[in-house]
C-alpha cells in the first residue's frame, strides 16, 4: 500500500535518527515500527485472555513432559511407536 505520513517536525526528526542509527530507511523504519506494534498488540490480546494463557501453561507442561515432538520425521517415529503397541 502506497501512502504520505504527515508527521510533527519532532516525530520526524526522531524517526530520521532511528532510521539513521538502525542503518535503515526511513520507510524500513516505519514498517519495523507498525510490525513491533502489531506484535505487542497480538500479545497483549494474547495475556488478557485466561483460557489462552492456560492453554499456553498447558502446552508448554506438555514439552517439559516430552509428549512433543518436533519435525517430520519425529512425528513418523511417534506414529510409528503408536501402532506398534
Known amino acids: 500500500m502506497a501512502m504520505t505520513l504527515r508527521l510533527p517536525p519532532n516525530l520526524d ?3 530520521r535518527a532511528a532510521a539513521a ?3 535503515r530507511s526511513v520507510q524500513q523504519e516505519v514498517t519495523h ?4 506494534y502489531l506484535a ?3 500479545t497483549e490480546e494474547i495475556k488478557s485472555d485466561p483460557e489462552t494463557l492456560r492453554g ?4 508448554r507442561e506438555s514439552v517439559r513432559a ?6 517430520a520425521e519425529a512425528a513418523r517415529a511417534l506414529v510409528r511407536d503408536r501402532h506398534a503397541l
Request: no cysteine; glycine share 8%; hydrophobic share 45%.
Open 13 to 15: 526528526e526522531a524517526l
Open 66 to 71: 516430552g509428549d512433543v515432538v518436533f519435525g
Open 56 to 59: 499456553l501453561a498447558e502446552a
Open 40 to 42: 505487542r498488540r497480538e
Open 21 to 23: 542509527e538502525d542503518h
Open 33 to 36: 515500527a507498525v510490525e513491533t
